[in-house]
């Protein structure tokens, strides 16, 4: 039975993951969004608590205000997987998570509530991820490597096997990441060092 979805966040991510939703043959009832002014929105985010037969999906890129909207409201939680995505058999998806089109998850992979696997994005064997990450387009986690809650890896970033990433961590974009990093902060550059 198809599910009514409604997206969270009506900018050019929710579109996206509005296609994903479409892809997979569920139903898009609409958007909520604070900006009431952004095409195809029916009201504000706190609205969603009225819709009790209806699935969401946050569309927000932000890993702090998509953990508070996950926080603050008790609703159904939709899980977004592009029919691209390569997901192997044994993998865990957090409910409210989303997985677009050609990324890999593999072999014992387990991915927490209201991630965001991006584009392309490649998360070797044997990862854990924590609850509100963004790995971006492109990225790559390579075999058991772990990251916090809300740590955001940059588009085409790259992730040593068997790291650790430690919660709050941003690992700027094409940067490489050769050793664990627990403090929270902005990393960038190869190998990835902190911005000061």
Same mark, same amino acid.
């Given at each position: 039975?198809?599910?009514?979805?409604?997206?969270?966040?009506?900018?050019? #991510?929710? =579109?996206? &993951?509005?296609?994903? &939703?479409?892809?997979?043959?569920?139903?898009?009832?609409?958007?909520?969004?604070?900006?009431?002014?952004? %095409? $195809?929105?029916?009201?504000?985010?706190?609205? !969603?608590? =009225?819709?009790?037969? *209806?699935?969401?999906?946050?569309?927000?890129?932000?890993? =702090?205000?998509?953990?508070? &909207?996950?926080?603050?409201?008790?609703?159904?939680?939709?899980?977004? +997987?592009?029919?691209?995505?390569?997901?192997?058999?044994?993998? *865990?998806?957090?409910?409210?998570?989303?997985?677009?089109?050609?990324?890999? &998850?593999?072999?014992?992979?387990?991915?927490?509530?209201? !991630?965001?696997?991006?584009?392309?994005?490649?998360?070797?064997?044997? !990862?854990?991820?924590?609850? #509100?990450?963004?790995?971006? %387009?492109?990225? *790559?986690? !390579?075999?058991?490597?772990?990251?916090?809650?809300?740590? #955001?890896?940059?588009?085409?970033?790259?992730?040593?096997?068997?790291?650790?990433? /430690?919660?709050?961590?941003? +690992?700027?974009? /094409?940067?490489?990441?050769?050793?664990?990093?627990?403090? %929270? $902060?902005?990393?960038?550059?190869? %190998?990835?060092?902190?911005?000061?």
């Amino acid at each position: 039975m198809n599910k009514d979805v409604i997206v969270i966040g009506a900018s050019g #991510h929710g =579109k996206v &993951i509005a296609d994903i &939703i479409k892809k997979c043959g569920d139903n898009i009832v609409g958007f909520l969004d604070d900006d009431l002014s952004k %095409p $195809g929105v029916m009201g504000r985010v706190c609205e !969603c608590t =009225k819709y009790k037969d *209806t699935y969401f999906v946050i569309a927000i890129g932000n890993n =702090k205000t998509r953990k508070m &909207i996950a926080e603050k409201y008790d609703i159904n939680y939709y899980t977004a +997987i592009h029919p691209t995505a390569v997901i192997a058999d044994d993998v *865990t998806i957090g409910e409210g998570s989303v997985v677009m089109a050609n990324a890999v &998850i593999n072999p014992s992979a387990r991915i927490g509530k209201h !991630c965001i696997i991006n584009t392309a994005a490649v998360i070797e064997h044997d !990862c854990v991820i924590a609850d #509100h990450v963004h790995v971006s %387009p492109n990225a *790559t986690l !390579c075999g058991t490597v772990t990251v916090g809650e809300s740590a #955001h890896i940059g588009a085409s970033a790259v992730v040593r096997n068997n790291l650790n990433i /430690g919660s709050n961590v941003t +690992i700027g974009a /094409g940067a490489a990441v050769v050793k664990n990093i627990d403090k %929270p $902060g902005i990393y960038v550059g190869v %190998p990835a060092r902190e911005l000061r």
